[in-house]
């Protein structure tokens, strides 16, 4: 059981180019997300989805595209890499159900932006 | 917007009780509080999460105040392995409170002494 794989681990982006952070996970979870983590910031939500189809904004959208074509794949999107996006991210999933049954969060992508 | 606040950092000595305080002021009555816990290089971890009642699983407990304005994570006996950064996170119901996102705080750094 492979829970929540992100790829790549490491990326390397020089500033204007784009690239697609991928998330897959194999629980049949309605309910997935990304979130950035920064020093000192703690965990910020960016995008969401609740089922294939549906995506919406969290804290932090800007500089960021995601759709939800399946179940099991949730893409991040960069369209114009910034140095203020060099970050570690973090998908996560869930069931759908009232107060959240735990979240399972895959290892991260770190990202550098030069 | 409902905020949580943290210690920076605590330290304990292994095989005692530790007790990771958060405060949640501006929760809202249908928000869930929850725990996770991230080790150095991997993504975070489900730990516990409740309501208005205290709660216990195999990991830890969770004593949440009578006003649920702050809420303390126990673990009964820290050992080493249970140094990590641990995040106090609340759950914003969204969609009629079939489903929401969790809003995380900044993390306290717990350290364990041999």
């Known amino acids: 059981n492979a829970g929540v794989t992100q790829t790549p681990k490491f990326q390397v982006l020089k500033t204007g180019q784009s690239m697609t952070l991928q998330c897959a996970q194999d629980?049949?979870?309605?309910?997935m997300s990304w979130y950035r983590q920064d020093p000192g910031m703690g965990l910020r939500l960016i995008h969401y989805?609740?089922?294939?189809?549906i995506t919406d904004q969290g804290e932090v959208p800007n500089g960021y595209n995601v759709s939800r074509s399946t179940t099991e794949d949730f893409p991040l999107r960069l369209l114009s890499a910034a140095p203020s996006q060099t970050s570690v991210y973090f998908c996560?999933?869930?069931?759908w159900g009232t107060g959240g049954l735990g979240y399972t969060f895959g290892s991260g992508t770190r990202l550098t932006v030069v | 917007d409902a905020k949580t606040t943290q210690p920076n950092s605590m330290e304990s000595n292994e095989e005692e009780p530790v007790h990771l305080p958060c405060n949640h002021s501006?929760?809202?009555?249908?928000?869930?509080i929850h725990w996770y816990r991230q080790l150095p290089s991997q993504g975070p971890e489900y730990v516990i999460h409740?309501?208005?009642s205290n709660v216990n699983n195999r990991m830890a407990s969770l004593a949440i105040a009578e006003d649920r304005k702050s809420s303390t994570l126990i673990l009964h006996r820290a050992t080493l392995r249970d140094a990590a950064v641990y995040y106090c996170?609340?759950?914003?119901?969204?969609?009629?409170?079939?489903?929401?996102?969790?809003?995380f705080g900044k993390g306290t750094k717990l350290s364990v002494k041999p």
């Open positions: 996560a999933s869930s069931y």
């Open positions: 501006t929760i809202s009555g249908t928000d869930y």
């Open positions: 409740g309501l208005t």
């Open positions: 996170a609340h759950y914003r119901s969204n969609y009629g409170g079939s489903q929401g996102n969790l809003i």
């Open positions: 629980m049949n979870h309605e309910y």
């Open positions: 989805s609740v089922g294939a189809g």
